[in-house]
């Protein structure tokens, strides 16, 4: 029987929301089966769920955009990010324990954050715009995860899937843009003091400033712009490592200083 959009996102939302975890086979074949841009419906399906967060309660607090690598892009096939929605309940504090069981096959990766103090409205910004829009920057550490079995994805899986979205844990040391070296910075995350990943600014679309214009000039053009105070995580500065229960990870950004990571044992809520 074909599936809709509605029941697309029912698989997601179930897959993410049952007490035992249950990732579901990729949906990118039911997407493409529906009328329309595979894309556009993979972004309705995403829509659909946003929304079923909002209602139930939750707040959205920024956005994160995905698929900043152009390794992985070329592994799935794509020329252009994607972009998923950042909820309260989903950030961490530098330090904080995680309780391992709301991850969904846990991945981690350090990002640059940048938390605005001005709304971005325009059809098409430009550097000086996100500059000067931007309150501050931290060192950020996304734990991503996906609701389709063993990370098969491509493109529509990742976008109908909130862009593979988990948590997000933010450092607590706010720093000027005017004091970093967005490209050139390096980037060192270890796993309790052995090396993991390794990386720049520079990894992200070149500048994490390009990542940030494409995901204003996107949210502009769905009816979403961004607002003062929202969270963008602008992308991987190196390659995603699987997490494990009790894992600590600490990810230093030159310039912006550390964060870490901390896993919970436990596997079960």
């Known amino acids: 029987?074909?599936?809709?959009?509605?029941?697309?996102?029912?698989?997601?939302?179930?897959?993410q929301h049952d007490k035992v975890f249950s990732p579901v086979a990729p949906v990118r074949d039911d997407v493409a089966s529906l009328d329309g841009d595979i894309l556009d419906n993979a972004?309705?399906?995403?829509?659909?769920?946003?929304?079923?967060?909002?209602?139930a309660g939750a707040r959205v607090v920024g956005r994160k955009i995905g698929l900043t690598s152009k390794t992985v892009q070329k592994q799935l096939g794509v020329d252009r990010p994607d972009f998923g929605t950042l909820f309260a309940h989903m950030s961490y504090c530098d330090g904080q324990e995680i309780p391992f069981a709301l991850t969904q096959q846990a991945k981690v990766e350090a990002e640059i954050a940048l938390v605005l103090a001005h709304d971005l409205l325009h059809e098409q910004h430009t550097v000086a715009d996100i500059l000067n829009a931007t309150a501050y920057a931290l060192p950020a550490i996304e734990v991503?995860?996906?609701?389709?079995?063993?990370?098969?994805?491509?493109?529509?899986?990742?976008?109908?899937?909130?862009?593979?979205?988990g948590l997000f844990v933010l450092g607590s040391r706010p720093?000027?843009?005017?004091?970093?070296?967005?490209?050139?910075?390096?980037?060192?995350?270890?796993?309790?003091?052995d090396q993991v990943s390794v990386g720049a600014g520079?990894?992200?679309?070149?500048?994490p400033l390009h990542a940030a214009i494409w995901l204003a000039n996107t949210m502009v053009r769905v009816d979403s712009p961004l607002r003062a105070g929202d969270v963008l995580l602008t992308g991987a500065l190196g390659p995603m490592v699987a997490a494990q229960p009790g894992d600590v990870f600490t990810a230093r950004i030159?310039?912006?200083?550390?964060?870490?990571?901390?896993?919970?044992?436990?596997?079960?809520?």
């Open 175 to 193: 720093v000027r843009l005017s004091d970093l070296d967005l490209v050139h910075c390096g980037m060192l995350m270890e796993r309790r003091g």
């Open 1 to 15: 029987m074909s599936k809709t959009l509605q029941t697309i996102a029912d698989l997601l939302w179930n897959a």
């Open 43 to 55: 972004y309705c399906v995403q829509q659909i769920n946003t929304l079923r967060h909002i209602k």
């Open 202 to 207: 520079a990894a992200c679309l070149g500048n």
């Open 254 to 269: 030159e310039g912006l200083g550390s964060v870490r990571a901390i896993f919970s044992t436990e596997t079960e809520s």
């Open 144 to 165: 991503v995860g996906s609701r389709i079995a063993n990370w098969d994805i491509r493109l529509a899986d990742t976008v109908a899937d909130n862009a593979s979205s």
